[in-house]
């Protein structure tokens, strides 16, 4: 169709008009951008010159749409994240202390209530016996001769043995950590005397464990462990054959069983009707650590079944912290 002159003449005007308005568009956008710079180094200065800082934005916790994103939690946090969700539900009464012997970190749960100490008591006799060793009180060598009234039940081979059978002092040592043997113990408590014993427990530190009602804390246990682990309890020879005869026990089900295999750990359990307790250094290659968890008034057959998982989810909540 072809339009009339009056038509064409409209037409041309609106075009115009349009690109008129474009042009204003586009010089205000211009005028815009070019003030806005002026206008922030303005105000910049202006804030230098008070004394004022730029406004900063906080990123400790902060939300992209619905997903709020926060700091990961601390060790000390997700530790005690662990014993309320694990611990609570199992039946009596526990203890947990952690201690990282390459770092200054300590942690525990209950780690100062006293706690029946089972064969853990056993840890300050046989080191009061080394260190006695130490000042030439006692030879390792030297000949023991078994009494009928030595033998104790329970824990311990020796108790199997014929009075008459001829032992070391050494070899007493090792049989009271190694097997736990409560024979091996009742000799060395009884040559040593109680009075010794529980003079060094004080020097040591250990102001919460009772020798005579077999009573001690988690983090009594953990320092004798870290003083152990630092050769602070003992010269340096009998440092190490008490940490060969921890490391060379017949109880592996416990501590060992819930760290991967390879990884030495030096330990003593301690077991008694409604007591299930270990204690001891994991010798992990970058973050060696004392792990001593503590049991009363439980189930046996229970807590022996899931000792070995709550070792392991302790293990690996400290190894991925160190990572």
Known sequence: MKLKPTQLRLTTKLEQSQREQRSRILVSLLFLFSLLPS???????????????????????????????????????????????????????????????????????????????????????????????????????????????????????????????????GQLAQLALSQSDNTAFKILRQRLGDQLINQLMLDWGLTQTDLENNLTTAADVARLFRQLYHHQLLDSPWNEQMLIDLTETIFEDRLPAGVPEGIRVAHKVGTEVGVVSDAGIIFTPNQPFVLVILSQGTRNQLAEKLFPQLVNELYWLLVEADS
């Open 39 to 169: 206008l922030f180094l303005a105000l910049w200065a202006r804030w230098r010159d008070q004394g004022l800082s730029w406004p900063q934005v906080k990123f400790d916790s902060f939300s992209f749409g619905k997903k709020e994103i926060t700091p990961v939690k601390s060790l000390s946090q997700r530790l005690d994240g662990w014993a309320q969700t694990r611990l609570n539900r199992l039946p009596g009464q526990w203890a947990v202390r952690v201690e990282l012997l390459t770092r200054d970190f300590r942690w525990g749960i209950n780690d100062q209530i006293q706690f029946q100490a089972a064969s853990l008591i056993k840890l300050p006799v046989v080191a009061a016996f080394y260190h006695q060793v130490a000042r030439g009180q006692f030879k390792l060598e030297e000949i023991y001769r078994l009494r009928e009234e030595d033998k104790v039940t329970g824990a311990g081979s020796l108790q199997y043995q014929p009075a008459g059978t001829k032992l070391t002092w």
